[in-house]
C-alpha cells in the first residue's frame, strides 16, 4: 500500500513540476506534516484490511473498564477476556462480510425486448463451464414411467420405474451401484440417512435394499404405500398408502412410531418441510393436511382445490414459509404457511393439469404442465397478481419441451444447477441457472466426503437424533420459557360411563388394589422392554388355538421382531430345547425308534469312542 502511494506520489502535474524549484524554498517539516495525498486519500478506504488483520490496539490498563480493580492478576485477566471477545466478533463480521460466497447466478437480458425463457438448453451448455454442462444428460429406458429422487449432497441419483425398473448412481461420475429388476409395481423410492441404503414402495409392502440392491428387510407394516419421505434428522420413514393410514417407521430401532388414519381414502401426493419435519399431504377431495407424529389429528386442514390434489412442495429457501399445491383443476396455488389466509398467488396452467410442483434450494419453482416444464424465479412467484381475481402466471424464467409423455417427477439436485424430470421413456437432466445452492455447509452435507467420514457422519447424526415428540410446527418452541400465567393443557377427564371398568371400580372405592398373589400367570407380570405406558389398561390378546398362547410365546410377540437382545435369543432357545423334548418323548412313547442325526460328508473322519 505505502509503495503504491509513493509511486502515485511521484507522478505530478506539469505545472507543479515547473514550480517545485520555486517552492522547495519554502519548504519546512510543518508544511509537510500537513500536506495530505489526494491518491492515497482515495486508495485507503476502498483498500482497507479486514479488522480481524490490523494490529489490535492495546487498551490500557489504567483507563479502562476495569481500572477501578486493584487485584493485578485478576485485571489483566478481566483485559484478556476483553481483547479476544472483540477479536472473535471481528473475525465473526469479517467471516460474514469475505468468507460467504457469492450467490447463484441467473440469466441476465441485454435489452428490454429480451427474454430468458427463449433460451434452449444447446446456448445454455456452449456458454457455461464444462463441469456445469454435464448436467445437461438423456438417460432412456423403456419402463417407465419414472420417479427421480437426489440423496442429501446430491451425488447419488435414484431412480425407479413403474414396472420394477430400479437404478442407483453417483450421475456425476457415471457409476452405477445397483440395478434390479423387480418385476412388480413400483411406486415411489427414496434415500434413508446416506446413498447406502434406499426404500421402495413396492405393489404390496415397503422394501429397504442396500448400496448393492440386495433386499435387507421387508417391512410387513407399510401395507400399499404409494409415496415416502425420510426424515434425516428423527431417522423416521413416513408412508402414505392406498388404505389412508401415515406411518412412521423408525428405521434405527425397526419400530413403527405413530399411524394415524387420515379418513380420506388413498393418497398419492405428500411431502415434507425440511425445517420442522412436518408432513403435508394432499387428498382426492382438495384439502391439504398438516401431520405430525404426537398428534392423531391434522394440526392444519385446508381446503386449497376444487378437485384432488396431484402434487406439493415447500420452499427450502423461505425457512418453509411457502407451500406450492397443484390440482386437477389445472391451478396452481402459492400459500403462506404462517397465516393460511387465502392464497398468495394463483394461476392456470394451459396443456392439462399440472402432475408435478418442485421448489429448489434458491426459491425456483419447477411445474410441470402438458408436455413441457416451466420454471419461474423469485421474487416473480411469491408477489401477488395486478389484480385480486387474475389467473395470470408469473413472469416465465425458463421453459423446455419435453416430447415423452406422460412427465410424472422431476427433481432439484440440491447444489448444482441442474433438474431431472422422471417421463415415460427415462430421465432427462436439464439446466436451470441459478437454481442450486451455491454455499455449502459441509457440517450437514458432504458433497466431497469418503468413505470414513461418511461413518462417522453416520455415527454422529444417529448419536443426535431428534425423538419424534420434538416435531412441531413452531421448532424454536422447544426450550422457550412459559409466559406468567400460562396454564398447561390437561386431557378431559372422560365421563364415569365412558370410563375403563377398573377405573369405575376405583371410583367407587371397589378395585381390589392387592398385589398379585404367586399363583398369577407370567402373562401378567410386567416383563416389557420399556414400551408401556404406566396406568394403561392391558389390550386383550385374541385367543389363539391350541399351542400358540403360551406365555413365553406371547411375550416374544410383544418383543421388537427387529431388535435381537440376549433375552429374546435365550427365550427362543429355551422354546426350541423344549420343543425338540416334547417329540422325543412323543417319539418314545408311540415305540418308535430314537431319530438319528443325517450324516454328513465329514462324519468318516470321527473317532469311534
Request: glycine share 8%.
Amino acid at each position: 500500500m505505502d509503495a503504491l502511494a509513493a509511486a502515485a506520489d511521484a507522478i505530478k502535474p506539469l505545472s507543479e513540476v515547473k514550480k517545485g524549484s520555486k517552492k522547495q524554498k519554502h519548504n519546512d517539516p510543518k508544511s509537510q506534516k500537513k500536506r495530505t495525498d489526494a491518491t492515497l486519500h482515495s486508495i485507503t478506504p476502498r483498500a482497507d484490511l479486514p479488522r480481524s488483520m490490523r494490529p489490535a490496539a492495546t487498551e490500557s490498563k489504567t483507563h479502562g473498564p476495569y481500572a477501578h480493580i486493584r487485584d493485578k492478576k485478576l485485571k489483566a485477566k478481566l483485559h484478556s477476556q476483553v481483547a479476544q471477545a472483540s477479536q472473535a466478533k471481528a473475525l465473526r463480521q469479517d467471516a460474514t462480510t469475505w468468507l460467504a460466497g457469492e450467490p447463484g447466478g441467473k440469466m441476465q437480458v441485454e435489452t428490454e425486448l429480451e427474454r430468458t425463457w427463449r433460451t434452449t438448453q444447446t446456448e445454455i451448455v456452449e456458454a457455461v463451464g464444462s463441469d456445469v454442462a454435464t448436467g445437461r444428460r438423456e438417460w432412456k429406458w423403456d419402463l417407465g414411467p419414472y420417479r427421480v429422487r437426489y440423496s442429501r449432497n446430491g451425488r447419488h441419483m435414484a431412480v425407479a420405474g413403474r414396472r420394477g425398473h430400479v437404478i442407483t448412481s453417483e450421475w456425476h461420475e457415471n457409476k452405477i451401484h445397483s440395478e434390479i429388476q423387480l418385476r412388480e409395481t413400483v411406486r415411489d423410492i427414496t434415500f434413508l440417512q446416506d446413498h447406502t441404503m434406499y426404500a421402495v414402495a413396492q405393489k404390496k409392502y415397503a422394501f429397504i435394499y442396500d448400496q448393492n440392491g440386495v433386499e435387507l428387510h421387508r417391512l410387513k407394516s407399510i401395507v400399499e404405500p404409494t409415496r415416502l419421505e425420510f426424515l434425516p434428522y428423527h431417522w423416521l420413514l413416513a408412508s402414505i398408502g392406498n388404505a389412508g393410514y401415515l406411518k412412521y417407521l423408525d428405521t434405527s430401532t425397526g419400530t413403527m412410531v405413530a399411524e394415524q388414519r387420515t379418513k380420506l381414502g388413498a393418497c398419492n401426493a405428500m411431502t415434507q418441510n425440511i425445517h420442522n419435519a412436518v408432513i403435508y399431504l394432499g387428498h382426492q377431495n382438495g384439502t391439504v393436511a398438516l401431520h405430525t407424529p404426537s398428534t392423531p389429528t391434522p394440526l392444519v386442514r385446508l381446503q386449497a382445490h376444487l378437485g384432488p390434489i396431484t402434487s406439493l412442495s415447500v420452499d427450502p429457501s423461505s425457512g418453509g414459509r411457502y407451500l406450492a399445491t397443484a390440482g386437477q383443476d389445472s391451478r396452481v396455488k402459492i400459500w403462506d404457511c404462517r397465516n393460511w389466509k387465502g392464497c398468495v398467488r394463483e394461476w392456470t396452467v394451459r396443456g392439462g393439469a399440472p402432475s408435478e410442483v418442485e421448489w429448489s434450494r434458491r426459491g425456483c419453482l419447477g411445474v410441470i404442465g402438458g408436455g413441457s416444464i416451466n420454471i419461474y424465479a423469485p421474487p416473480a412467484v411469491y408477489a401477488p397478481a395486478p389484480h385480486p381475481n387474475s389467473t395470470i402466471p408469473p413472469s416465465l424464467y425458463l421453459n423446455h419441451p419435453i416430447p415423452h409423455r406422460p412427465l410424472v417427477s422431476m427433481r432439484f439436485c440440491p447444489f448444482q444447477d441442474t433438474i431431472a424430470i422422471g417421463h415415460a421413456h427415462g430421465i432427462s437432466s436439464i439446466i436451470v441457472p441459478g437454481s442450486g445452492e451455491a454455499n455449502i455447509d459441509s457440517f450437514e452435507d458432504g458433497v466431497f466426503e469418503n468413505k470414513k467420514a461418511r461413518q462417522e457422519r453416520e455415527v454422529r447424526n444417529l448419536l443426535d437424533k431428534l425423538q419424534p415428540d420434538m416435531i412441531m410446527l413452531d421448532p424454536e418452541f422447544i426450550g422457550r420459557l412459559a409466559e406468567p400465567g400460562y396454564v398447561p393443557f390437561t386431557t378431559p377427564e372422560l365421563p364415569f360411563r365412558q370410563k375403563p371398568r377398573l377405573d369405575r371400580l376405583r371410583d367407587l372405592g371397589k378395585a381390589d388394589e392387592s398385589p398379585a398373589s404367586d399363583g398369577e400367570e407370567v402373562d401378567n407380570i410386567n416383563m416389557g422392554d420399556g414400551d408401556e405406558q404406566v396406568g394403561r389398561p392391558k389390550e386383550k390378546e385374541k385367543m389363539k388355538m391350541r399351542g400358540k398362547g403360551k406365555s413365553l410365546k406371547r411375550y416374544l410377540r410383544r418383543k421388537r421382531k427387529n431388535v435381537v437382545d440376549p433375552s429374546t435369543v435365550a427365550i427362543r432357545e429355551k422354546i426350541a430345547k423344549m420343543q425338540a423334548a416334547r417329540k422325543a418323548e412323543a417319539r418314545q412313547k408311540a415305540g418308535l425308534p430314537e431319530k438319528q442325526a443325517r450324516l454328513t460328508a465329514l462324519d468318516r473322519f470321527k473317532r469311534n469312542s
